[in-house]
């Protein structure tokens, strides 16, 4: 898997625990829209895209499998990111 682009929209509500927004796509015939990028306690960490289930559970819509695919999905999320960061 590769991932060929990575798009991120930055939040610009102060104080927030939602910092941006990223799409994702692999082997660019794939795309995933909707992965967050919060602040934690422990520092900035990804959510894949959710829904709510009528008992008020939120459940992955798509999520990696593997460890090692969602810490490359991470990394190129978060190299984007801290791009934009660093342009402000």
Avoid: W
């Amino acid at each position: 898997m590769k991932i060929t682009d990575v798009r991120v929209r930055m939040v610009t509500k102060d104080e927030a625990k939602l910092k941006a927004v990223a799409s994702i796509t692999i082997d660019e015939c794939f795309v995933v829209h909707d992965i967050k990028v919060i602040s934690g306690k422990d520092g900035l960490f990804i959510s894949m895209p959710s829904r709510k289930t009528p008992e008020g559970e939120y459940k992955d819509i798509v999520h990696p499998i593997k460890t090692e695919t969602r810490e490359q999905i991470k990394d190129a999320i978060m190299a984007e990111y801290n791009k934009l960061v660093d342009a402000e």
